[in-house]
């Protein structure tokens, strides 16, 4: 039988809109959407959403079978853009299918060993010194102030600056590449789709394949991850120069809006936690494991999109080949049959897989710098600034339902060894 051939097993009862993932749409739920989620965990772990028209999973175990056993080729090619009606996202989504982030093996196996040929642990260790001295460079902007917005001051330009030494493109397009990244980024990890910004987002995907083919053209003497792209070979195989600009855009994108969110989002729950902000500020040596539990506890990047490869029973309900499903990983993130009191911040929680930089084939590619980045910029923050109080009791967050961040985290602070 065909996947459209059979009526979803929800359709027969009355859909209930509450249970749709669409209320992450609405800000209050978006604000705190750990209630919803503990809703659907328990009253529908596998759920028919006909709103979305996708399964939903938020239970941990099967976000992880999600994760290891589906598809993750599941960007519409130029032709099924056509004929969704959205024939002039054709130019992104060729983009998209050349990133490593939509292809399955063995597409998938020789792209991310080319680009892991390049971006090796070596190359993260030896970017430390620098990324200490961006995360100094940046709290010496504000310390005198005692305020500051810790998203534009401080967790927006920090992974900007960090992205563009990485690639080994000048510094100072930071800016530019951010707010490009941005742009891009509406691709990923949404699911509301706004016609009006459509334009904004192709004339962005066009600057940027010229900005990196360029620099690949004309500046290929640069050190630096576009240009060991370039070079990687692996058995005689190497990227072609669309392949290069495509994965490039993705690492830039994929290290950006989350790690600024790990940072806006952990902050904010330090700040909410005043014991647990004091026990890291006395022992920062518990910052590894500090980092993961922020990383469980607010999950930058909140849920991931699948392609059932095979007709699959979850949990008892059959999700058939060709269905679209949503791993939800904060969800499984609080789940309490896999982590104990999954609601309470554990600093120093040592049994926490979590699920924040995915899991299997497609697990984060730059999450051994994303870690670092996280370590040097609380380490860096609590040791520079003290009393941290929020400046507003009113926080607006992004209307993004998956990549979770804050618009702007105002704070006032005392600089460490200024007079109380
Ligand atoms: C706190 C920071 C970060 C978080 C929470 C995060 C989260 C994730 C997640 C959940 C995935 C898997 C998505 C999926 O399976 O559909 C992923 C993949 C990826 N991430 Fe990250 N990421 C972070 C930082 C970074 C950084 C710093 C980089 C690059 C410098 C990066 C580059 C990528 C790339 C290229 C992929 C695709 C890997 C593949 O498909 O094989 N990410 N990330």
């Not at 979803?8 to 669409?22: I, K």
């Not at 919803?36 to 999973?57: G, N, S």
């Not at 642990?121 to 620098?130: I, K, L």
């Not at 370590?375 to 923050?381: D, G, N």
């Amino acid at each position: 039988m065909s996947p459209s051939a059979a009526p979803r097993p929800a359709q027969a009862a009355p859909a209930d809109p509450s249970l749709s993932l669409f209320q992450l749409l609405d800000p209050s739920v978006h604000a705190d959407p750990h209630p919803f989620y503990r809703r659907l965990r328990e009253e529908a772990p596998v759920h028919w959403d006909p709103f979305m028209h996708t399964w939903v999973v938020t239970r941990y175990e099967d976000v992880h079978t999600v994760l290891h056993q589906f598809s993750a080729d599941r960007t519409p090619n130029p032709d099924q853009m056509k004929a969704l009606g959205l024939p002039s996202l054709g130019p992104v989504a060729d983009v998209m299918a050349k990133q490593m982030l939509f292809l399955d093996a063995p597409a998938h196996t020789r792209l991310r060993k080319l680009c892991s040929s390049a971006f090796t642990p070596r190359r993260v260790e030896a970017m430390e010194e620098q990324i200490q001295e961006i995360a100094d460079t940046l709290i010496d902007a504000v310390i005198d102030r005692g305020q500051m917005d810790v998203i534009a001051d401080f967790a927006e330009p920090f992974p900007a600056i960090v992205t563009a030494g990485l690639l080994g493109v000048p510094r100072e397009d930071h800016g530019w590449l951010k707010a490009k990244s941005a742009d891009f980024a509406e691709m990923l990890g949404n699911f509301q789709h706004n016609p009006d910004r459509v334009h904004r987002v192709l004339k962005s995907v066009a600057e940027l394949t010229d900005y990196f083919r360029d620099a690949i053209r004309n500046h290929g003497d640069r050190p630096g991850l576009v240009r060991s792209l370039v070079e990687a070979e692996v058995d005689g195989n190497r990227l072609s120069e669309d392949e290069v600009i495509a994965n490039t855009i993705v690492t830039m994108v994929g290290g950006q809006e989350t790690t600024t969110n790990l940072i806006g989002n952990g902050l904010l729950t330090l700040i909410r936690n005043p014991d647990k902000l004091a026990e890291l500020r006395d022992e920062p040596h518990i910052i590894a494991t500090a980092v993961e539990e922020l990383l469980r506890f607010e999950t930058p990047s909140q849920h991931t999109a699948r392609i059932a490869h095979a007709d699959t029973e979850i949990g008892g309900r059959l999700i058939r080949k060709g269905e679209a499903v949503m791993a939800v990983m904060a969800s499984g993130n609080r789940d309490p049959r896999r982590f104990a009191d999954p609601d309470r911040l554990d600093l120093r929680r040592t049994e926490n897989r979590h699920l924040a930089f995915g899991w299997a084939a497609h697990f984060c590619f730059g999450a051994a710098l994303a870690r670092m980045e996280a370590r040097i910029a609380f380490t860096t923050l609590l040791r520079r600034l003290d009393d941290l109080a929020l400046a507003s009791d009113r926080l607006e967050w992004r209307p993004n339902s998956g990549l979770r961040g804050l618009q702007a985290l105002p704070i006032t602070f005392r600089a460490v060894g200024a007079a109380a």
